[in-house]
Each structure stands twice: as C-alpha cells, then as structure tokens.
C-alpha cells in the first residue's frame, strides 16, 4: 500500500471549515483514499472514501486531485466534537493487502 | 441498534497468565480484526477473519491466537501475557467486499505486570 504524509496538527474555529490535507504521491491506479478519524480513548471512525471523483456524504467532502497524488478532507462547518487524529489511509479497495495502516495522523483540534 | 461491543474494557493482568479479550457484532459482518494501538506505532493488524472457521495472522501475530466459531465473535487470546502486550486492543468488523469501512469498538485497555 502506498504512504500517505499528512501535517502532524490543526486548528480550526468552530463553525469554520476544516480542510486536512494528504499526500499520496505514489498512489497506484487502484488504490483507493480513506479517511477515518479517532477521537480520544475511541476507537477509530471510518468517514469516507474514494478514487478519483470528489466525493460527500452526510460527515464530510473528499476532494481528489486530478492526477490522485493528493487529496483533502473537508469538514465543512467543525464543531468542537470534530477534534481528533485523522488518518488518511491508501489502499486498494478490492484485494490486495488487508491491513488498514493509519500511521500518525493529523491532530485537528476545533477551538471554540 | 446493530453494534460491536469489546470486554472487557479494563483488564490488569500478571505475566505469563493468559487473558482472553471478547468481540461481539450484531451486523452480521463476515470480516472481523484484531488490532493494538501503541504510542509511536499506530494501529497495527494482528488478527483478521472473513468468515466462520476462517483466521489469518497479520503483521504483529506472535503471542495472540484466534478462533472463529460463528459470525459474531471473534475472541483474542494472549496465550501467555508478556509486558509487551501491555496496549489498547480493538476489534472491528467489515462487510464482505468492503475491507476499508471497518467498524471499530471501544477498545479494551490491558496491562501486563
């Protein structure tokens, strides 16, 4: 599965969008962007994914680059329950290797 | 509400004795893992499932052993708890086809002695 570099942290006013950026500059074709979060003592949270078209459910916007080498995650109106580590995470969608890597995440902290 | 529920959350144990860690779904998942989380090393697989009598060891095994005996549990046995196995533990569930959209539980804390 290929690496993802995210920022180590963020802030963001409540009430204001989040945009969390990710790297994957060596994504192949058929990996897919996921993004989960982990808020404190929880365990982590699947939010959305996709491969190449943008794409929006009830939680957040993922906006991928046109040539896939990266991506961002939108929270479109943060609200303090909106801190947490979120982890962008590459991998094929179908297949492939099985295990989810989060690595290190980015620490968004929404401050009110 | 479908869920998957982790027990139990709290565990202090002594070396050497050995410690089992329950998993419980009720969405009928045929994908359930096993995962450990450690300061400085993320979440990393250890177990993983895709279905009834079905296991599979992932990148952090040794230690651990699975069993599947139905579709909503998948149980976590340290066989003979070391210091290193002190961490987070959590389960999670997936449906078929979709391995990225995993549903995690709560988490069981466990501490080695």
């Known amino acids: 599965d290929a690496k993802t570099t995210q920022p180590p942290s963020m802030d963001c006013a409540e009430g204001r969008a989040a945009n969390l950026p990710c790297n994957h500059s060596?994504?192949?074709?058929?990996?897919?962007v996921y993004w989960y979060r982990q808020i404190h003592s929880q365990g982590p949270q699947y939010i959305i994914h996709?491969?190449?078209n943008n794409e929006t459910n009830e939680m957040a916007s993922l906006i991928i680059t046109e040539d896939r080498k990266s991506s961002t995650l939108i929270l479109p109106h943060a609200t303090l329950r909106d801190t947490a580590v979120y982890y962008c995470i590459v991998r094929a969608a179908q297949g492939g290797s099985e295990k989810l890597v989060f690595g290190k995440g980015t620490k968004l902290t929404v401050n009110p | 509400d479908a869920e998957i529920t982790q027990s139990p959350r709290h565990k202090i144990t002594e070396t050497g004795r050995q410690v089992t860690l329950a998993c419980h779904q009720t969405?009928?998942?045929?994908?359930m893992f096993w995962y450990r989380q450690d300061l400085g090393h993320g979440l990393r697989l250890i177990h993983y499932s895709y279905g009834v009598q079905d296991t599979n060891k992932g990148e952090v095994s040794d230690g651990y052993s699975v069993s599947r005996s139905n579709t909503e549990d998948l149980p976590l046995t340290l066989e003979s708890a070391a210091s290193s196995q002190t961490s987070v533990y959590f389960c999670?569930?997936?449906?078929?086809?979709?391995?990225?959209?995993?549903?995690f539980g709560e988490g069981s804390r466990l501490t080695v002695l």
């Open positions: 969405w009928n998942h045929n994908n």
């Open positions: 996709g491969l190449k």
């Open positions: 060596t994504i192949s074709g058929n990996e897919y």
């Open positions: 999670a569930s997936s449906v078929y086809g979709r391995n990225g959209e995993l549903f």
